[in-house]
């Protein structure tokens, strides 16, 4: 696919950074360099939340009530 880009000053730097490194053209490090950042997004780590105790003295499983509390308080 032939498209025209317009690269800003450091992914500019980076692609000719890659160019003179590996002795490529401009459509060959760009290719890579795009590879390079989908194989970053694809390795993310699985986000796992934590629990722990608050030590909240009111019960919060219930939204309802929570919100019934505060109003209350005012």
Do not use: F, K, Q, W
């Not at 003179?20 to 760009?30: K, N």
């Not at 694809?42 to 030590?55: F, K, M, N």
């Amino acid at each position: 696919m032939r498209t025209t880009l317009t690269l800003d000053p450091d992914v500019a730097a980076e692609v000719e950074r890659i160019r003179r490194e590996e002795g490529i053209g401009l459509s060959e490090a760009v290719n890579r360099l795009a590879r390079r950042a989908i194989a970053v997004r694809t390795d993310r780590h699985i986000y796992r939340p934590e629990s722990a105790p608050l030590g909240l003295l009111v019960d919060v499983s219930n939204i309802g009530d929570v919100l019934d509390l505060l109003d209350d308080a005012h």
